[in-house]
């Protein structure tokens, strides 16, 4: 590999060296590719470039960089166009299936009457011109994505474009991203690294990827100095330059491989008996090998060529991927491939223009590329994987980026989820600061398998997605049992009222079996003050797996003299898992200072749990006094929605039980409701969570 790359490096090394003698020459006309051009290009170099590689970058001029943080744009990101180029490399079908649903395409063109003629030949061939618009500029070849313009957007959540010296002597094509980003008004910054769009491709979330070919053609700069300017105006931490498995003259990574999203990476394969089986195979364990930007490794999807297809250098637009096929036999297992890697998406084969066919180096990819929506809505989220316990709830972090100028519609951030396949449900994301929202998914029970997409809008109109394609492709991990706990594991006694209506503790197995609780300290009699735990289950009993029970312990009034400012004792629960222990802690004054009369104490209203609730809750009320109580549950405008408890009682514990359903038994919609006690002594209300 060493000796292979040193012998490439030195070919470069020589031809610049033999070649900067031409430079003394006079320059030959500027090639171009149409049809009285004086040498038809190719996407390589032709004989006459050859002799004219010193041009390379010779004229550009680097700029600042955008305002850090900034985010690269990715192929999968929402478009708001494509730029293709007259005369074409693409066949009108692409041009047709493109200029479709809300995307423009940008037709580049030399005159407004090379313009009249690509109009009417769009109108001949079925093409909505509603969707096409047109830069005249001059250019040298129909190969956009190689010297088009790359998106960034800086830290206002402003769109611009980043130029590089395009690594061809083609000065017309290498202005394009200028005229570009004047056509949209949008900055334009100068990256001085020669590269070319065929051999780059970036997952958005601060992850890219070169052949060596970038390191070959800037032998000015060392590796570090390159990486470098890609982070500074690009936003890439973590640039994968890697050989040409391929092994061919053009060296570009849409040859061979293709981010399809932050995680998933198509990388093609070929017969063990190909001479480049070794070298493919390699890169795909490299992938596979690799953190992605989520954290987990790469998942790797492959798609056939035995005769070198071009089934990679496809084009994602949106919700659609554009496959360059051949029409032979492996096209629609090149068409499963993308299916299989990216559910959701409408997968379309394009058969080549027999002028200008597809090749192996050379294809859809190559001739045409996205223009960035530059009032792109992205949600960036780093999504949960692999286990969680199932002990608490799931908290979902996400940053919105605008770049519209307007506002996000807080209630419009949603967490979309289901457990095992089940129906989705919603969970709302609020607001913490500035871009970031965050929201839970309610704890599960282990052994679970959670589905979740969000969404957000924003004021411009636009919607969003994370992944991109949402419900279709979910990110997902699972729920997993771990242990028996109690929750809480300390119980403060700070009020009169908490010695008397107690402190509840929850006992959760969070095993993947039914547990034995053995033993509970019923009563603490050390030398402090003493406490009991109200009405406990008989020992032994079982709680089940997913199961909870609920211990009450109450401290009677009033108690021994005693001095300092907080005084403890243990609960001690024996289980045949282990033991638990719950510390109580009470505040000394109420331990020797004589409790107040019983009927100045109201009545207490608990917490409901679970809260949120998605199928039903318990309220817990306690009274110090006999009476008519009544406990419901009322919408935020106060019409009651279902009568919980309409009772006459006595004075203690009690609890009601909410099932999520109103007066005549149906399902209520998720939001926000409250619940309300009524007895002789006032009205008490609280809240709760319903999520669907």
Not at 357 to 372: M, V
Request: charged share 15%; aromatic share 10%; net charge negative.
């Amino acid at each position: 590999m060493i000796k292979q790359q040193l012998t490439r490096h030195g070919v470069v090394l020589l031809a610049l060296f033999s070649f900067t003698l031409s430079a003394i020459l006079p320059l030959t006309t500027i090639a171009q590719d149409s049809p009285d051009s004086p040498e038809k290009l190719t996407h390589w170099l032709t004989p006459d470039e050859m002799t004219r590689l010193d041009e390379i970058g010779l004229a550009f001029v680097e700029t600042d960089p955008p305002a850090s943080p900034i985010r690269n744009v990715a192929e999968f990101d929402h478009m708001q166009g494509v730029l293709v180029r007259y005369p074409f490399g693409i066949p009108y079908t692409v041009i047709q299936e493109m200029a479709e649903e809300e995307i423009m395409v940008t037709t580049i063109v030399n005159s407004a009457s090379q313009k009249n003629t690509v109009i009417n030949q769009y109108i001949a061939n079925g093409v909505d011109t509603s969707h096409c618009n047109f830069l005249i500029a001059g250019s040298n070849s129909y190969w956009t994505r190689d010297y088009g313009p790359w998106f960034e957007s800086d830290s206002s959540n402003q769109i611009g474009i980043v130029d590089f010296p395009y690594n061809r002597p083609r000065p017309l094509d290498d202005e394009i991203p200028k005229e570009v980003a004047n056509m949209l008004g949008i900055p334009w910054f100068g990256m001085n690294v020669i590269h070319t769009g065929g051999n780059y491709m970036t997952d958005g979330y601060g992850n890219s990827s070169s052949t060596e070919l970038v390191w070959e053609e800037n032998l000015s700069q060392t590796h570090e100095q390159i990486a470098e300017k890609f982070e500074s105006y690009l936003g890439i931490t973590t640039y994968h330059v890697r050989p040409d498995p391929n092994g061919t003259y053009i060296d570009h990574i849409d040859c061979w491989a293709k981010f399809l999203a932050p995680d998933k990476i198509l990388v093609r394969s070929v017969p063990p008996n190909h001479p480049r089986y070794n070298a493919i195979e390699q890169a795909a364990a490299y992938w596979a090998g690799t953190p992605c930007a989520y954290g987990y490794n790469y998942k790797v999807y492959r798609t056939f060529t035995p005769n070198d297809q071009p089934y990679t250098n496809s084009l994602i637009l949106n919700k659609k991927v554009l496959v360059p096929i051949m029409n032979n036999t492996w096209d629609d297992s090149a068409i499963a491939s993308y299916q299989d890697a990216m559910p959701g998406y409408e997968i379309i084969g394009i058969i080549g223009k027999p002028s200008t066919p597809w090749e192996s180096t050379d294809a859809l990819h190559c001739r045409t590329k996205g223009i960035a929506d530059l009032g792109m809505l992205f949600i960036r989220h780093y999504p949960l994987y692999g286990e969680y316990p199932c002990e608490e709830d799931y908290i979902i972090d996400a940053e919105l980026l605008v770049c519209s100028d307007t506002t996000v519609i807080n209630d419009s951030v949603l967490i979309h989820y289901r457990v095992n396949n089940g129906n989705w449900m919603t969970s709302n994301m609020a607001n913490t600061s500035g871009s970031f929202y965050s929201g839970i998914i309610p704890k599960q029970p282990g052994e679970n398998t959670i589905e979740y997409y969000l969404t957000a809008a924003d004021n411009s109109g636009r919607h969003a997605n994370a992944p991109y394609i949402g419900e279709p492709d979910p990110f997902e991990f699972n729920t997993v049992y771990t242990n028996i706990t109690a929750v809480p594991d300390t119980l403060w006694f700070l009020t009169y009222e908490d010695c008397l209506y107690g402190k509840v503790t929850d006992l959760h197995n969070y095993t993947s079996a039914p547990v034995q609780i053995t033993y509970i300290e019923e009563s603490g009699t050390n030398s402090e003050f003493s406490w009991i735990v109200q009405d406990p289950p008989i020992c032994p009993y079982t709680i089940s797996n997913g199961g909870m029970d609920s211990l009450r312990v109450i401290i009677p009034l009033p108690v021994l003299d005693i001095s300092g400012l907080f005084v403890s004792d243990t609960l001690t629960i024996v289980t045949s898992v282990d033991t638990i222990r719950v510390i109580i802690m009470v505040d000394d004054s109420l331990l020797y200072t004589a409790i107040p009369d019983i009927t100045t104490i109201p009545d207490h209203l608990g917490n409901c749990y679970p809260n949120p609730v998605t199928d039903q809750t318990i309220i817990p009320f306690t009274l110090t006094r006999q009476g008519e109580v009544i406990l419901e549950v009322i919408d935020m405008n106060g019409e009651v929605i279902s009568s919980v408890v309409d009772a006459f009682l006595s004075p203690g514990l009690h609890q009601g039980i909410w099932n999520g359903t109103d007066m005549n038994g149906n399902r209520v919609a998720g939001g926000i409701y409250l619940y309300r006690l009524k007895t002789n002594q006032g009205v008490v209300v609280k809240r709760l969570i319903l999520i669907r």
